[in-house]
């Protein structure tokens, strides 16, 4: 990838609910343009790391560090314009049903305040062709598939032009080709300069989408190495994962 600049930098990250430690002092770092996954077991704090980055989670202790701003402890209202920089795309698309392909695209830009139509259907029709679903603006959440509603969960992500897009289990539930679309999807975007930090359990999809890839193990980054090496020499936790993910 060559060098790049450091885009988000989490340190010292102290997350738990009641008794149950989460996170404990995890630190991690973002390259610009890189599609980071991370790896873990049920419960390790993956989408929980993913939410604390927008202020949907309050962790007990740490810093983030994104765009100069410290992210951690913000207001509701601080947290609108990282929300426009931080994107995050749920597992299950969270499309509106009463509103067409289009007005759910919409949608986050007229929230904004943006009232120009013209600029909002180029938009609109540049998202949709970047994730394979030109034409579809009129159709309605109901007629869709499975994969087309998570690729307009993502196209609806791309619409504030974020400069990083968090993705929680994108290929939860869909078929090996639904799957291998939306891995190159994220892929095509990295190459495009998107940066992008991926939860999945779907090994398919991070060995084909990754960058980096981090392990997160007793609530830190236990291992964190370049996809190169995850393929041909992955450290042990990562390989005994990756193993018994393959046989399970």
Partial sequence: MGVRDVVLSVKGLDTRFGKKVVHNKLSLDVIEGEVLVLLGGSGSGKSVFLRSLIGLESPQAGECMFEGKELFGLDELALVEVRRRIAYVFQGGALFDSLTVAENLAYPLREQGNTDDSEIRARIEDALSRVGLPGTEALFPASLSGGMIKRVGLARSLMLDPAVVLYDEPTAGLDPTNSRRISEIIRTLAEAGKTSILVTHDI?????????????????????????VIKSAPPPLIRDYLEGESKS
């Fill in 204 to 228: 398919d999809c991070a060995l084909r989408a990754a960058d980096r890839i981090a392990f997160l193990h007793d609530g830190r980054v236990a291992e964190i190495e370049p996809i190169e």
